[in-house]
Structures are given as C-alpha cells and as structure tokens.
C-alpha cells in the first residue's frame, strides 16, 4: 500500500524472521560467529538467550543458511510442549524420515542409522529448539541423551536450545547440571541502543530499496523509546507509522505520527523486561559447570 508512495520496492518492517535484513551489530556478530562455530566444530550443545523480540529466529536462519546448501540437515522445533514421542517422531520426520516405529527405542535406533551415514557423506545435521524455556524437564533430559549419538571424536547431532533469559535460570536447576556441563557455546541477543535503532531503520530502508531518511530525528528517538530498543517491537511501530505517513501523505514521517501509534499499540503502558547490556555475549561452558562471561 504505501511501498510505492515511499519509493520501497519491499517491505522494509516485515515481523517475519527474514536473514537479509539482519543487522550486524557487534553482539549480533559475536552470536551469529558462535553458532556457525558451533555448528561447524560439530561442539554438541549450544544454547542462544535473548529477551523475546531481539532476533533469535533471524538469527539461526542467517548461520543456517551460511553453510553450502545440501550440506547441513535442518529439524526446526517451534513448538517444545511435546511429550517425548511425538518430540522424536517430529525431528524424524522433519529431516525426512519416516519412522517406522512409534517406540522411543525404534526410533532412536533408525536416527541413529541415518546420523551416521549423514556423518560418512561429512553432513552436519542440527536440531534446534525454539522457546526452549517452555520445555519439560523430561524433555530436556532426553534431549541430553541425543547427544550421546555420537562417534568416538565427534557429535553426530548438533543441538541449539534457543529461548528467553528465563531459560538461562531453568538450567541452573539441580537436576538439569548434566545438560548445564554439555553446553559449549552460550550466544546472546539484547535490546538495541538509540544509535542503533536509528542504523537499523536506515539500513533495513536501504535494504527495501531507498536511502531517503523516511523517519526524522526526533521520530527515530521515539521510535527507540517506544520499542525500548526491542528489534520486534521497532518494526511493528515503523510499519504502522508507515501506514499513517501513507495515508497523510506525508514524505517524512515526525515524531506525532510515532506517539500516535505508540498510544494505539498501548506502548506507554505495555510492560518490558530487557536484561542490562552485558559485556560477554559468547561464552565456552567448561566441565564444573561454570562459565565466565
């Protein structure tokens, strides 16, 4: 609707998880290394924590999608509240195989067959959980187990956990300890910066096919205050705004057209939870369980 107006050849604020419009700032970049090295090194367990909204998704898209097509065997769980059959049938049938037993047993035996012959043709193959804080302890346990399907020097599946800071609290749980030590690579998200926000909007515009500053000055701090810094949160109130401008036939999107969709969207009351920016983004878990960041 309004992507002629602004001379946009796509849609610069689209929610979903699009690779091509990650922004690569210095903690994205850390993240985004530690997965490919994770996947790559074939490390077993990797876990990525971020505040909801900051890009995990778009995030393992982009290191997925890094790795030469063909090469890498994707099983992308979106939804962790399954009982621990269905949890295996669905990683089965997600890398295209067709289980030929509903027994945990039968089924764990037939991953392991193809697991091995992936790693004789030198294939990676990777499963990753998504809200992985919703996930039930006895989940998490049997999710422990799969990587013990592996050779005598290297992890036959690799294993990324993503989900909110709450996940990060779950593991320091007693009984989850030895999953905690099986971690080898800790990537983070957070909320973005003022300067930030402002690289990002220009850059996902410039991705989408214009270099005119849209927004102004002022209406980029409001859009940064109004989000908190969330990734999320900017595109929803930029692509309603966009929508204003268009039907005000306005060039330049100001300030009031951003406190007006803010007070629409409940911004100034929603309640958000970012965690303080934190120095260390990558860390490499070691064997007590600890990890410095």
Not at 80 to 90: H, I, K, N, Q, T
């Amino acid at each position: 609707m309004y992507k002629s107006f602004y001379q946009l050849k796509s849609n610069p604020f689209n929610t979903s998880p699009d690779p091509r419009f990650l922004y690569m700032m210095p903690h994205t970049r850390e993240a985004l290394a530690g997965l490919e090295y994770g996947i790559s090194a074939r490390k077993g367990f990797i876990v990525l924590v971020g505040e909801v909204g900051t890009g995990k998704t778009t995030l393992l898209r982009r290191a997925l999608g890094s790795f030469t097509k063909g090469r890498v065997f994707t099983s992308f769980i979106f939804n962790p509240r399954l009982e621990v059959l269905d949890f295996l049938e669905f990683v089965l049938s997600d890398f295209g195989i067709t289980p030929t037993t509903r027994t945990k047993s039968g089924m764990l035996i037939q991953l392991n067959r193809w697991l091995i012959e992936r790693f004789r043709q030198q294939e990676t193959c990777v499963i990753v959980v998504d809200e992985a804080q919703n996930l039930s302890s006895e989940l998490l346990e049997e999710i422990r187990l799969l990587t013990n399907l592996e050779t005598s020097s290297e992890k036959l599946v690799q294993i990324i956990l993503s989900g909110q800071p709450e996940f990060e609290d779950k593991l320091r749980q007693p009984e989850l300890r030895q999953l905690r030590q099986r971690v080898s690579l800790w990537c983070r998200t957070k909320a973005i910066t003022e300067e930030q926000t402002a690289a990002y909007i220009a850059q996902r515009l410039l991705i989408a096919g214009t270099s005119t500053p849209i927004f102004t000055p002022e209406a980029v701090l409001a859009i940064h205050r109004t989000s908190r810094g969330i990734p999320r949160v900017i595109n929803l109130v930029c692509e309603h705004a966009l929508i204003h401008g268009y039907v005000e036939q306005m060039a330049q999107i100001p300030e009031s057209v951003i406190l007006s969709v803010a007070l629409e969207l409940d911004l100034d009351t929603q309640p958000f939870s970012v965690a303080p920016n934190q120095g260390g983004l990558l860390t490499v878990g070691n064997e007590s369980g600890r990890w410095d960041r």
